[in-house]
């Protein structure tokens, strides 16, 4: 099972034909591993990466680390809960260290990740405290290199 879900991790689109080549199973079987995987939220969603600044639609991302007190009884996960419920959100981390949560959020601009961070995140009951860092150019994402063009780095030889 392992080796299939390193297979589909790295490249979900494969067809089902050729990963059952490649783990020497038949098709039936990996089609029948994969309903099962999905079913028990193993493999939780097939994901895009996509260069959005090369398709021309510029987003603002933010990760916000944010300092909570734990509720009773619940202690971080009533608060993540709320907070993973917005739209802008896309992931959240409970941490070890100087902080407790770690958000990463998505808005339209600027304006908007800050309005957001002040208004709807800051005002939760049981936050603290909130710092937010602007992503201001990504390299590589999800394992994924983002310009990835090949340049020859050789040194040019003259005789």
């Known amino acids: 099972m392992r080796e299939l879900l390193e297979l589909l991790e790295h490249d979900a689109r494969r067809p089902v034909g050729e990963l059952a080549a490649m783990l020497k199973r038949s098709e039936y079987e ?7 995987l999905e079913k028990n939220k193993i493999i939780l969603s097939y994901n895009t990466l996509i260069n959005w600044e090369k398709f021309g639609d510029d987003t603002v991302t933010a990760i ?3 300092n909570l007190t734990p509720q009773r009884e619940v202690g971080f996960d ?3 809960e709320r907070i993973y419920r917005f739209d802008e959100v896309r992931t959240v981390y409970l941490m070890s260290g100087s902080f407790d949560l770690l958000v990463i959020i998505e808005g339209k601009s600027l304006n908007d990740v800050a309005n957001f961070v002040a208004t709807r995140l800051a005002t939760i009951e049981g936050v603290t405290a909130t710092r937010s860092h602007f992503m201001l150019k990504p ?9 990835d063009e090949e340049r020859d780095r050789r040194l040019v030889v003259s005789p």
Do not use: L, P, R
């Open 30 to 36: 990996v089609e029948k591993n994969i309903k099962d």
């Open 64 to 66: 916000i680390e944010i």
């Open 78 to 80: 009533a608060i993540a």
């Open 139 to 147: 390299y590589k994402k999800d394992g994924v290199i983002i310009n």
